[in-house]
């Protein structure tokens, strides 16, 4: 599924149009970017738990050419699947 095809499923199961889904859709992940970029945790019972968690720089080999290169430190996004999501897949 994409974010168009999220956003009709959306309005499907409200009584918002297409467009407004959409716009819906496009704000919640803007709400949760902005919150992962102030390093804060977004917690959505029942679902899961978005966090940031940091990298630190390693060395690793180029596959091409087995040249070492350096991989600099960086956040990286996880996701915590939670216990109702966890159970409703399985």
Not at 6 to 32: C, P, R, S, Y
Not at 51 to 76: D, H, L, M, W
């Amino acid at each position: 599924m994409n974010k168009k095809e999220l956003a009709a499923a959306v309005a499907g199961k409200t009584d918002m149009t297409n467009a407004a889904a959409a716009d819906a859709v496009e704000a919640v992940f803007d709400v949760i970017t902005e919150s992962l970029k102030k390093k804060d945790d977004v917690k959505l019972l029942g679902f899961g738990t978005f966090t940031v968690t940091r990298r630190a720089a390693s060395e690793g080999r180029n596959p091409q050419t087995g040249e070492k290169i350096k991989i600099k430190a960086s956040n990286q996004a996880k996701f915590k699947v939670g216990k109702g999501l966890k159970e409703a897949i399985n």
